[in-house]
């Protein structure tokens, strides 16, 4: 019984170990530099938890079905829309972030959060296609290059529910928020013809597997490219001519959030311009802020047409919406198409 | 003859190491592509140990498995003794119940699990973990100590009364000590089921609590890294070194017998 | 002992706790779906809309809340040919899996309890400790191998370099320059393989080692060959090592979504996965729970099937040699 008992004690060490004030961080993969998260502990004493997620869906399956606390989240328009809906999150005392000062109001009140309640803008991008110059004959300038047997078992795809299916019906000349039944059935057919062509579906791993050169042709989200683009010379991004999605990824307190203080103060630290411009470097997407920007240097962001994508790119481009009960359909459709083989 | 079933031996050792020695070989590899060599390096250690991911899941992976191995392993021999005292029916009863999540699969026990801590409202961190952990490990316990309390003189713990030992005493000093190789084994059993596993961690995690496993899976869904390699291969390490020797010194007491009984191996 | 029922007790309590209830909430959540609650519109005294739900309470936020209501629904769906050909797959892979594991893993057990086979304890523990190591590892181990750019690609180019014959062989069958390893089943199922071997061999070895070796000798010394003292005699008395062996391999086969995620890159879905994404991306823990039902039944109907087969062996055991 002795040795049990000491290895309960020393067990019951490991575990109270931890009883600095924590914040407890969910972000996607590859969204922060590391740096930032050992700065802000040094700086504060508060010591960060961080856990990443693949998706907006497997984020809000955590949060609102999973019952896991957070006090840090970061959800894309549509999903930030949905958690207001639900109540997931809570509003934000702007007296604590004075730091948001930074961010170009014409982030601001955007139609996910139209008073800017909920929400302090993160990044921003574009969904286009990442393509290896050595490899492909021609600027895919269409998602048509996503159904050429050229590419076959040479393509990536997002593993991601809202964007691919979105992509699709953009394919099938329906809107990019469409809920029609047609619509998603079109769709569906489409990604379901399409997978014996695709190599892998994947979500963060494309950075990997595209600066390797194991794909020629992959969708991805802007900064993915751009993060790509920086270590290897041979890839090259485009946003089809059909147009696309552009999507803003906020950063939100959750309602059953522990630490609100704390998650305030380090909001309040993304949001500092030396922060913003270490996060930019390391994670590729556009920012919304403008002290950021000033310290890369005006001329060098807006050089990139990634994060500067000329009007006519912009024109063609749409948010994701909320679909309310709609958004049931997307997930049925979803497990049908990866279902099938 | 002979020689063709040391052939066969050797293909199968072949297959499953290959994978494990290319993987510490790369390791100190001074490149981060796969294809090409770049010399040595010890960078991937030094970066795996400055990675506090890693290392905070180490740290949760050990903490829950000792923590579930010692309370499952009290709370399974005590199960056990209670199943042994019972009658023959309710014992078979209450036998195919605990049998039950080792006929399950795994998903299946992580789903059940996640969906009790989400009615009962328990927000889902460290203590569902380690809940979950505590009630996949049970059954292995109570199924390692039955046999060893089936092996006990029956009118022991009576005896020992008669003698005029108190309950309690009687044991701690007589029953317990018969049954402690099985009491062992089975948290032994414990302590690797809940090390080794990911399906029903990651169905009973959240709010910022990732075990080792999780932490790999995560990961390796991010691609191929390096670090990765160097952690596989001090694990690897870690146990080669701790089965041999724990069997080397049975084999030096035994004389090298066949006995499977000696190898300590949980599976 | 007097205190039984103290001893009982808590154990009982735990069992109905962490694995009847559970089990019992699967159930539920299978025959169940989720639909938004009834609500009215109603207007507060101050003029504002609002809503009231069917329970009673007023907010004046749109009604988001969701109500289980029983329905057989998910069963409909889960009849429905794309789920059904998923099982159905899932199904022939473990099988698959199991049969290979079966076909390499016998013969080591039956090699290393040979008589004349030198330390098999070491030799078992070498097969065995690989098991150790984290399964996930395991598994990536053979990832960064069989990638498109991984080891072994880079080590056919350099030899396709280095030697011209071997880059005409390959280039003759229309090879091109990276060979595709991963991605599909056959990639599914060299992870299973590789990852449950040492389930199949375990359970054999342990039930070989203890035939009793007189009876062997016996045979032999009436003269029967080693083939016919082997069908005669070990292969019917290694039978539950061997079903014990398929059950532990066939399990966690037919439910695994770690293996075909990470060696199938999500195109060799399975029922597990499926059941993973209920739980994730697609929100729908009431579809999820049915199939966690049926995966249930089918490794239920599996196993009673094996015990099946045992107890009809049962009477070979009565070892007849001629």
Redesign the interface.
Same mark, same amino acid.
């Given at each position: 019984m002795k040795k049990f008992a000491v290895l309960f004690v020393l067990a019951l060490c490991i575990v109270s170990c931890a009883v600095a004030e924590k914040i407890s961080v969910y972000n996607w993969g590859d969204y922060i530099d590391p740096e930032t998260i050992k700065m802000f502990e040094a700086e504060t004493g508060i010591e960060v938890e961080y856990m990443v997620y693949e998706t907006n869906e497997d984020m809000y399956a955590k949060i609102a079905n999973g019952k896991s606390s957070y006090d840090v989240i970061f959800p894309s328009d549509y999903m930030v829309e949905r958690m207001i809906h639900e109540k997931l999150v809570q509003e934000i005392n702007w007296e604590n972030i004075p730091n948001i000062v930074n961010i170009d109001s014409r982030f601001m009140n955007e139609s996910y959060d139209p008073e800017s309640r909920y929400s302090v803008p993160y990044t921003w991008g574009t969904m286009g296609i990442l393509y290896n110059t050595g490899m492909v004959k021609e600027v895919p300038h269409s998602w048509d290059t996503m159904m050429d047997d050229t590419y076959n078992m040479d393509m990536l795809m997002l593993n991601s529910p809202r964007d691919t299916i979105g992509i699709a019906l953009v394919m099938c000349g329906y809107d990019l928020n469409s809920t029609d039944d047609e619509a998603l059935e079109a769709a569906k057919q489409l990604l379901i013809k399409q997978k014996p062509m695709v190599l892998a579906y994947v979500v963060d791993e494309v950075k990997d597997k595209m600066i390797g050169g194991e794909a020629s042709v992959a969708m991805v989200w802007s900064g993915d490219a751009t993060f790509c683009m920086d270590e290897s010379d041979e890839l090259d991004y485009v946003v089809p001519e059909e147009g696309s999605n552009i999507f803003f990824d906020a950063i939100c307190i959750p309602s059953n959030a522990k630490n609100v203080a704390g998650a305030e103060k380090f909001i309040d630290f993304l949001c500092r311009g030396d922060i913003a411009a270490m996060n930019y470097n390391y994670v590729g997407y556009a920012i919304p802020n403008t002290a950021a920007i000033e310290i890369i240097g005006a001329d060098e962001y807006n050089a990139s047409p990634v994060n500067n994508p000329p009007q006519e790119v912009l024109d063609k481009c749409q948010v994701f919406k909320y679909l309310g009960e709609d958004t049931k359909k997307y997930d049925q459709v979803w497990t049908e198409i990866i279902s099938e083989y | 003859m002979k020689k063709l079933r040391k052939v066969y031996i050797g293909l199968i050792m072949a297959f499953l190491y290959a994978p494990i020695v290319l993987l510490i070989l790369y390791s100190f590899n001074d490149s981060k592509s796969r294809a090409n060599w770049g010399g040595f390096t010890l960078r991937w250690y030094k970066e795996l140990f400055s990675d506090a991911q890693i290392i905070s899941a180490l740290g949760t992976t050990l903490s829950i498995g000792f923590l579930a191995a010692v309370i499952s392993t009290i709370l399974g021999t005590f199960g056990a003794i209670a199943l042994y005292q019972m009658k023959r029916g309710p014992r078979q009863v209450m036998l195919s119940v605990v049998n039950l999540p080792m006929l399950n699969s795994e998903v299946v026990t992580g789903v059940s699990l996640m969906l009790l801590f989400a009615i009962a409202q328990i927000q889902m961190g460290y203590v569902t973990l380690l809940l979950a952990h505590i009630s996949f490990c049970v059954p292995y316990v109570v199924l390692s100590v039955m046999p060893k309390l089936r092996q006990l003189e029956p009118n022991l713990a009576e005896a020992a009364q008669d003698l005029g030992a108190t309950p309690r005493q009687g044991f701690f000093k007589v029953i317990l000590p018969d049954i402690m190789p099985g009491v062992f084994s089975g948290f032994l059993m414990a302590l690797t089921m809940s090390i080794d596993d990911f399906v029903v961690s990651f169905f009973t995690t959240g709010s910022g609590v990732s075990n080792l496993s999780i932490t790999i899976y995560t990961m390796a869904k991010r691609g191929i890294s390096p670090k990765i390699n160097a952690l596989s291969s001090l694990i690897f390490a870690a146990v080669f070194i701790l089965l041999v020797g724990l069997n080397l010194r049975d084999l030096k007491k035994t004389g090298g017998s066949k006995n499977i009984e000696k190898v300590k191996i949980p599976y | 002992?007097?205190?039984?029922g103290l001893?009982?007790l808590?154990?009982?309590l735990?069992?109905i706790?962490?694995?009847?209830?559970? *089990?019992g909430?699967?159930a539920w959540?299978g025959i169940t779906v989720e639909e938004?609650v009834a609500y009215t519109e109603i207007t507060l005294e101050d003029g504002t809309p609002a809503f009231r739900l069917e329970d009673g309470t007023v907010q004046t936020?749109?009604p988001?809340q969701k109500k289980a209501v029983i329905s057989f629904q998910n069963f409909k769906r889960m009849v429905e040919p794309?789920?059904l050909r998923?099982l159905i797959?899932s199904l022939k892979i473990a099988l698959l899996t199991t049969l290979i594991c079966l076909i390499?893993g016998y013969?080591?057990a039956l090699?290393?309890t040979?008589k004349?086979?030198k330390?098999?304890?070491?030799?078992?523990?070498?097969?065995?400790?690989?098991?150790?190591? !984290?399964?996930?590892?395991?598994?990536?181990?053979?990832?960064?191998?069989l990638?498109?750019?991984?080891?072994l690609?880079?080590w056919i180019?350099a030899l396709r370099n280095a030697v011209p014959a071997i880059d005409q062989w390959f280039t003759a069958r229309g090879v091109g320059n990276k060979i595709?390893f991963?991605?599909n089943e056959n990639a599914v199922i060299l992870g299973m393989v590789?990852n449950y *071997?040492?389930?199949m061999i375990?359970p054999i070895?342990?039930v070989i080692?203890k035939i009793d070796k007189s009876l062997l000798e016996a045979a032999a010394d009436l003269g029967a060959s080693p083939s016919k003292s082997f069908i005669r005699v070990t292969l019917p008395y290694s039978l539950p090592g061997v079903l014990e062996g398929i059950t532990m391999v066939f399990?966690?086969a037919?439910?695994t979504?770690?293996i075909s995620? *990470?060696m199938g890159?999500?195109?060799?879905?399975l029922i597990?996965?499926?059941?993973? !994404?209920?739980?994730?991306?697609?929100?729908?823990?009431h579809?999820?729970?049915s199939l966690?039902l049926l995966?249930?039944v089918v490794?239920?109907a599996f196993?009673g099937g094996l015990q099946q087969i045992d107890k009809d062996e049962e009477p070979q055991k009565e070892v007849r040699i001629f």
């Open positions: - | - | 002992m007097k205190r039984k001893m009982v808590p154990f009982a735990w069992a706790i962490f694995i009847l209830v559970p *089990l909430l699967i959540y938004p936020q749109e988001w794309t789920y998923l797959r390499l013969p080591v090699i290393l040979g004349d086979f330390h098999p304890t070491l030799w078992l523990m070498l097969i065995i400790l690989p098991m150790w190591m !984290n399964f996930l590892l395991r598994t990536y181990s053979w990832m960064s191998i990638e498109n750019s991984g080891i690609n880079s180019t595709i991963l991605y590789y *071997l040492s389930f375990m070895y342990t080692e399990v966690p037919v439910t979504f770690v995620q *990470l890159g999500g195109k060799v879905p597990g996965d499926i059941i993973q !994404n209920q739980f994730g991306k697609s929100s729908d823990w579809f999820g729970s966690s995966v249930m490794v239920l196993m």
